[in-house]
């Protein structure tokens, strides 16, 4: 495979126990589908807190550029043009995903951004359930019960009967 921004060849390496494609002069990567998702939840390498920092520092942007929207990569494995995604929505973070074949290229350093910032949201995520967890389930609730419907008011069996439907409807909805 060639490398989408230098044409140079990829060249397959191992980095967090998968075979991914990585451009000696770029510096990008190409991931095939999936092998995201498996570098983020594996965790073998660890970043330390001076380099969390600095991803935080980079990860804060303001707007994203027009030419990381607008430029054109097409996919180094079927050709077909891939399209921008801000990683976890707003993050900054643009990847080339392939809508034909799922895989992702990823500009240099992206992966390591990329790595980082899940770290970090990992790592916070005790702290943020323990601050925030009460009040979601408070509208978890409210929000469930704004969907309950009721069939029946006949005495005694009306609520067992609004229950079964409701549980059918939270199973199908």
């Known amino acids: 495979m060639n490398c989408p ?3 140079s060849d990829l060249k397959s390496i191992q980095y967090e126990g998968i075979t991914i494609e990585t451009c000696p002069g770029c510096g990008g990567e190409w991931l095939d589908a999936d092998e995201l998702g498996h570098i983020v939840r594996v965790r ?3 970043f330390s807190d001076e380099e969390r920092r600095a991803i935080d520092a980079t990860a804060k942007i303001p707007g994203i550029p027009s030419q990381e929207i607008e430029r054109d990569v097409t996919c180094p494995k079927c050709g077909t043009a ?6 976890g929505a707003d993050t ?3 990847i080339d995903r392939c809508g034909q074949c799922h ?5 240099a350093d992206e992966l390591e951004k990329i790595q980082m910032l899940v770290e970090t949201w990992k790592d916070n995520l005790p702290e943020d359930l323990k601050k925030y967890g009460p009040h979601l389930r408070k509208v978890a609730q409210e929000l469930d019960r704004a969907d ?3 069939v029946s008011r006949l005495p005694g069996v009306g609520s067992y009967i609004n229950a079964v439907v409701n549980g059918i409807l939270d199973v199908t909805g």
């Open 44 to 46: 073998e390498v660890r």
């Open 82 to 87: 891939t399209g921008p995604i801000n990683y």
């Open 5 to 7: 921004n230098c044409t």
């Open 148 to 150: 309950d419907v009721t």
């Open 92 to 94: 900054g973070i643009i």
């Open 103 to 107: 895989g992702i290229w990823l500009d």
